[in-house]
């Protein structure tokens, strides 16, 4: 009797705790997959008893339900219908697999979700800021009066510039929330009426504020020029309000009503209680980076917390301090430790890009690693160094040992605002300067070396590895029944169904199944017959072998790589489709699988393996 999907979908949400404790759902090839906000309120056997429902589980942060090929997408479709919820994104399980991570490890995560895709911008600014730079400070050049310096600095300063705004926008992707209200958020907080963040230690009278609430709680009017941390803080509050307001405003004002509020709220906890908070924060380090700079340990501490307050966005303020020590002392004495902390990110961004074998890695470590030489640490901290942690780290000590010795030596700059190869032009002791550089460099990128080991699985293979996948159709025999053979799909070694790292497949919920560990990335068909599914992201597909009791076979490339949302997978058929015996019917990129984090097993299960009695397993 065939399943009622309306029915089975019913069911399961009756034991689900209400609409409300359903955060996602999403499913894949086999399975109804629910990202849940209090298990709780869950009925897991109840739902273990529903019709159609074959087994239930938790991996990943989601609660999943199997149904089976073929018929979960049309129990999905029932779900959505009833409860009213729409289609989960790629990102929505990604959201459901990160919230069941340490707090501190989904901090790193959304930083490095937003920053990853905003790499080639703050690269290419970076680079061209510091040539730009060194050139203007070159004597008898004159390059620094000329039109080209005008328009090049124009150029580079750009994407530094307007930092807030791109930040916010790939925020908001990250975080779900309107993209083009997350630009709002970010223009706002450097809107021209403001005062220049970095002009606040140079403002003439005293900083204008507003006085929204009287006198109780004056709001200060300065931007946030530079900054990252309160721009990521506003824009999540801003995702998490328009969600809200979503669920909450009748359909027909939504369009008016959400837009207007959320802009509206997120502003005033942006100016009245981020912006405070912040400031108060800025004088804090600020004060403290004074007090410390004047002793050899203080300058230490200096030189390894330095690039913390860069991810902040606080080191353009230390040019209060840096114009307050060149006003009383004649030297700033601050610029050899900002070098020596930005030297150090450059020596571990550069054992990275070096040692790594993966090109994507290479090509973003290398250029950045360059910037940060130049002083413009960025593209280093936030595209490598702080998202692989360990150089980050290495680049901290180095830091803080390269100040010890600055403090040690007295050197300083006759100026500020430059750090790095263009701090010669500054300098008062170029010898030392360079020592101090060596050091710093030279100690972050051993203990880079030493600290940071690259996952194997995340290295690009030589070309002539990659030729070498590319095997002829095996030949082995994965299954066999009395409708006939099964050969394995894909090359690699055939192992039992309980060593499968998925429960569904190893309790061989969905039929008599094997797995095989690839050596290459090519599936084919294991027998002539017809494509009964191919899945919307290539990574399973549904065969019916030629005859009259023909085999049902389902082949699954990996686990859990639904959530990779076709990344890395083609197919080179289509529903309904006839095949031939070793036809090649997918690609599959195994380097992407392991780095995405799934195993990259490749699971063959006979659906309908309940239609025989002789069911024989190579394995």
Not at 226 to 245: D, K, N, T, Y
Not at 270 to 279: A, D, E, K, N, R
Not at 434 to 459: C, H, M, R, Y
Request: charged share 15%; proline share 5%; with cysteine.
């Amino acid at each position: 009797m065939a399943l009622d999907y309306r029915k089975c979908a019913e069911e399961i949400f009756s034991h689900l705790g209400g609409k409300d404790n359903i955060a996602s759902a999403a499913h894949c090839a086999t399975r109804l997959r629910l990202a849940i906000v209090d298990n709780s309120k869950v009925d897991t056997k109840a739902l273990e008893n529903v019709e159609g429902v074959k087994g239930v589980f938790s991996s990943n942060g989601q609660l999943q339900l199997i149904i089976g090929t073929g018929t979960v997408n049309k129990v999905y479709d029932e779900f959505l219908d009833i409860t009213g919820l729409t289609a989960a994104t790629k990102e929505d399980v990604k959201a459901a697999a990160a919230a069941q991570m340490p707090f501190w490890k989904r901090c790193l995560k959304a930083l490095g979700d937003v920053f990853v895709p905003i790499l080639p911008a703050i690269v290419a600014s970076g680079l061209m800021m510091g040539l730009v730079e060194a050139l203007g400070k070159i004597p008898g050049l004159g390059f620094a009066g000329s039109d080209w310096y005008g328009f090049l600095d124009m150029v580079a300063n750009t994407a530094f510039a307007y930092l807030p705004v791109i930040v916010a926008v790939s925020a908001a992707k990250v975080f779900g929330g309107n993209v083009y209200l997350g630009a709002v958020v970010g223009l706002m907080m450097i809107h021209s009426n403001l005062v220049n963040a970095w002009s606040v230690g140079t403002y003439e009278g005293e900083i204008p504020v507003w006085h929204l609430f009287g006198d109780l709680l004056p709001v200060r009017q300065v931007g946030y020029q530079g900054h990252v941390i309160p721009v990521i803080i506003a824009v999540l509050f801003m995702s998490r309000l328009e969600q809200w307001l979503h669920k909450h405003v009748p359909e027909m004002l939504d369009l008016f009503i959400v837009p207007l509020v959320t802009v509206l709220v997120t502003a005033l906890l942006t100016f009245v209680v981020i912006g405070p908070i912040f400031s108060t924060l800025e004088t804090m380090v600020l004060s403290g980076a004074e007090v410390l700079v004047k002793n050899p340990i203080g300058a230490a501490a200096m030189g390894a917390l330095y690039p913390w307050t860069v991810v902040m966005g606080l080191h353009h303020m230390y040019n209060v301090i840096e114009a307050g020590m060149l006003a009383s002392e004649g030297l700033n004495t601050w610029m050899p430790i900002a070098s020596a902390a930005n030297f150090a990110q450059f020596g571990a961004c550069l054992a990275v890009g070096l040692k790594t074998k993966n090109g994507k890695l290479k090509s973003v470590a290398v250029p950045s690693s360059l910037s940060a030489a130049l002083g413009i640490t960025e593209p280093a901290i936030f595209g490598v160094n702080m998202r692989l942690f360990k150089p980050f780290i290495a680049a901290m000590i180095a830091g803080a040992v390269g100040s010890l010795f600055a403090a040690f030596s007295g050197i300083g700059a006759t100026a500020y605002g430059v750090t790095g190869i263009p701090g010669y032009l500054t300098i008062n002791n170029a010898l030392v300067y360079t020592i101090l550089l060596a050091i710093s460099g030279g100690l972050a990128f051993v203990l880079t070396n030493i600290l940071w080991k690259e996952d194997p699985d995340t290295q690009d293979k030589p070309a002539e590895a990659k030729a070498a996948e590319e095997k002829p159709a095996p030949a082995e025999v994965a299954m066999s029944t009395e409708a006939g053979e099964i050969k394995a799909p894909v090359n690699g070694k055939i192992i039992p169904a309980k060593d499968i790292p998925d429960p569904v497949f190893a309790q061989e919920t969905m039929g008599p199944s094997v797995g095989i560990e690839p050596t290459d990335g090519n599936v084919y068909a294991p027998f002539d017959g017809t494509v009964m599914m191919v899945f919307p992201t290539n990574h399973a597909l549904g065969l019916k072998a030629d005859g009259e009791k023909g085999m049902e076979v389902l082949i699954h490339v990996g686990v859990d790589t639904v959530n990779m949302n076709g990344e890395g997978f083609e197919a080179f058929v289509k529903q309904d489709d006839k095949v031939k015996a070793g036809q090649k019917l997918l690609h599959f990129d195994r380097d992407k699988i392991k780095a995405a984090g799934h195993p990259d097993t490749v699971i063959v299960a006979i659906t309908n393996g309940a239609d025989y009695t002789d069911v024989k397993k190579a394995a």
